[in-house]
Structures are given as structure tokens and as C-alpha cells.
């Protein structure tokens, strides 16, 4: 394999030796960081794997909010130049990214997304306030605002239900305005675990499968009631660090679920695993 740093965005690229027509663009969650690991692990299958960092990194938002999508566009053009196809893998607001950029995007043809969600969500600003993850066009998409009066109960804490009470709480047009238009997207398959204790992905899973299953799409959806928010997948090791927040699930827990959602990846990715 031939490993590419990139420098605009900061990101790698990994080239499998004999690559296949399928590149995949990984993207991970509120750390922003560079999923190294993961993208070696794809380009192992097969598929031209690159990751950026999409906050954080020069001329970027310091943080996950009011983020371009047309960062993300940008490099799936990129990729369109290499691969016949390309897929957007995500974890968490990762997740959130990829079926955003694959809702506007037509040159997406699939999206795999960890811990997904089905709405646009509030980011928080460090000087406070809230506004949307993401723009298009300039423009802040629609999203579910936080409730100002939720206080975790737990050390660290657990924000599943801040989550869920906002989504609750939100009046039924600013929820709808702020659903992520996922019945645009050819193919999806998503990994959730019924643990999780950041947000409540599962619940998100199944609204995004019955929206496209009204629509005449059909969703993979890969669950285990155990594991957490961070799926391991086979030769990943369990991810340490980042925010201090329950997270759920266990590491066993986890594993089993990336094992079991494994072969589907390597599918969707064009080569049965």
C-alpha cells in the first residue's frame, strides 16, 4: 500500500496495490481527527482510502459547527477522479457529515455511517450559543436546538438523553426542516448500538429506514443491544481519548458488532467479505 499525506485539508490517502473501482472517504467524529487506522483497514479490502481532518486544521472552524459541506464535496470529486465509485464512511458526527455531503452530493453512490443520525443537530460555540454543524452554500442548515435546562446526572456524563429529550422538545416543523434528506441517497448501510450512550442511534437508524422505505429504498441496518457509540472493527483496537463522556457499550460488545457489520462494509465496498 502507498500512504499520500495530505496537506489541504490535513488528511492521508491510502492506495491498496491493486486498488478496486471503489475509493471511500472516512470521516471521523467530534475529535476531527485524521482516522488513520481505519482508512489502512479499508485500503487493505481493496478501496483508495482517504481521511481528513475537517475541523481544527488551518483556514478551518475551530470547532464542529457551521462546517462546509463543500469541504467534504471537494474531496469527492477528488476521489471521483481515482475510483469509479465513492463511499462516505463516518462515526458520530462523522455519521452526520457523510449522509449530509451524500444528500447533496449525487456523485456519492454510497454511505456507511456509525452511530448515525437522522436530523441535523446544534453545534455550541466555546463563547456559548448554538448554531447549525454545517452550511451549504454559506448558509446554516436547519437543526435541532439543545434544550437549555438539561443537566447530566452521571460522571462523565451521558448525553443520550439530552439528545433524545431535544429531538422530543423540538416543535414538529423545525424537526422536519432539520431531517437530513436521506431518501436522496443510492445506498446506505448503518451501524448502530443499542447501548449508546452519547446519543440514541438506533432510534435515528430506524426513522432514516422508514423514510427511505417510504420512498421505495431499502436501509442495512446492523445492531447489537450491548455494544456503544464506537463500533471496533476486525484488527481495529478500541479508540481511547477524546471529550470525557459515556460512551457505552464495551469493548467485547463493540468488537462483536463491528465483526458482524464487517461483512456488509466489505460488500457495499464491492468486495464480499
Not at 492521508?12 to 478496486?20: G, H, K, L, Q, W
Not at 436530523?119 to 448558509?139: D, K, L, M, N, Y
Not at 447501548?195 to 437508524?205: E, F, L, R
Request: hydrophobic share 40%.
Amino acid at each position: 500500500m502507498i500512504t499520500t499525506e495530505l496537506t489541504d485539508p490535513i488528511g492521508i490517502r491510502v492506495t491498496p496495490d491493486r486498488p478496486s473501482d471503489t475509493a471511500v472517504l472516512v470521516l471521523a467524529g467530534s475529535s476531527g481527527r485524521v482516522e488513520t487506522a481505519r482508512a489502512e483497514l479499508l485500503a487493505r479490502s481493496g478501496a483508495v482510502a482517504e481521511s481528513i481532518r475537517w475541523f481544527g486544521g488551518p483556514g478551518q472552524q475551530p470547532g464542529p459547527w457551521e462546517v462546509p459541506v463543500e469541504l467534504f464535496q471537494s474531496r469527492v470529486a477528488e476521489l471521483r477522479t481515482l475510483a469509479d465509485r465513492v463511499v462516505i464512511l463516518g462515526t458520530s458526527f462523522g455519521a452526520e457529515a457523510a449522509l449530509i455531503t451524500a444528500a447533496y452530493t449525487p456523485e456519492v453512490d454510497a454511505v456507511i455511517a456509525f452511530a448515525p443520525t437522522d436530523v441535523v443537530w446544534a453545534g455550541i460555540r466555546p463563547e456559548g450559543g448554538q448554531t447549525s454543524h454545517w452550511t451549504v452554500a454559506g448558509a446554516a442548515l436547519p437543526y435541532i436546538s439543545f434544550v437549555e435546562d438539561w443537566r447530566p446526572d452521571t460522571d462523565p456524563p451521558a448525553y443520550r438523553e439530552l439528545y433524545r429529550t431535544s429531538w422530543e422538545h423540538a416543535d414538529p416543523g423545525g424537526r422536519a426542516a432539520a431531517e437530513i434528506p436521506v431518501e436522496r441517497i443510492p445506498r446506505i448501510l448503518l451501524v448502530a448500538g443499542g447501548d449508546d450512550q452519547v446519543w440514541p442511534s438506533v432510534d435515528h437508524a430506524h426513522r432514516i429506514a422508514q423514510r427511505r422505505r417510504a420512498v421505495g429504498r431499502d436501509t442495512m441496518i446492523v445492531s447489537a443491544p450491548e455494544a456503544g457509540h464506537r463500533t471496533i472493527l476486525p484488527g481495529e483496537t478500541a479508540v481511547v481519548g477524546g471529550q470525557a463522556m459515556a460512551r457505552g457499550g464495551t469493548p467485547e460488545a463493540d468488537a462483536a458488532l463491528g465483526e458482524r457489520a464487517w461483512p456488509k462494509i466489505t460488500e457495499l465496498l464491492g468486495r464480499p467479505g
